[in-house]
């Protein structure tokens, strides 16, 4: 399902020799060129450190429970949540006939703009007494782990949460508001987002404990979501990976 705001403006099968950048990054093959390295670095950790020894996240771990009930070999698993991505961005591009080529500026001011969307969560986060964007690890010391592991943690949450809540949560919600419930384009897009960001919120602290938390999880939810809506899921993904690094390597040792 291709959100409205994602819909090239003109015939992808005569595409223009050269796209703008802001069309760039909401098409399927930049999108997964952009994030291939946050894959590639998700599933060398997990290879070489092995997935029980580094803190995972919820989003990884209902994914992986979902493979379970599937009877999906365990070894595959590692792979099941790059291999989603992977697969619905390029099976997305070869049905829209898009062109190959992506342009070098593209592929650099992806992670960039990431980066500066980041910037507003993470000058907010303090008045929320908020540590973390990504889920609470599920083992304990964290803040003693090797610098590349928090950097290998943050990706994983990065990916993993960015495909449950935007790239399915937003598409199944947007399909129920305007495919059953014939709501215009428009108001189906903002309620999917706002409902998006309502389950991260939720996610985050299901017991609704720190309320003022459960808010900036909202606040947090709602800009990644416009931004996966605007801009693209591969922004929305940078943004959330380059947030959790910051905060996970700067957590103290605790030693």
Known sequence: MTLPSQQPSHDVRAPSPSCPYPEATRRPWPMLLAILPLILLDVFGLITRGSGDVPSNRAYEQLHAFMGFLDIPPVFMVFAGGAIIIIVLFTWHLFKNQPWSVKPNVLVGI?????????????????????????????????????MDRVLVSISAGLYEELLFRMVGIALLHALFVDLCRMRNLDGTLLAILGSAIAFAWYHDPSLDAPAAAFFYLLAGLELGILFVVRGFAIAVWTHVLYNTVIFTTMSSGT
């Open 111 to 147: 992670p960039l703009e990431g980066a500066l969307w980041a910037i507003p969560l993470l000058l907010i986060a303090p008045l929320f007494t908020v540590s973390v964007l990504a889920a609470a690890p599920t083992a304990s010391g964290l803040e003693s782990l090797p610098m």
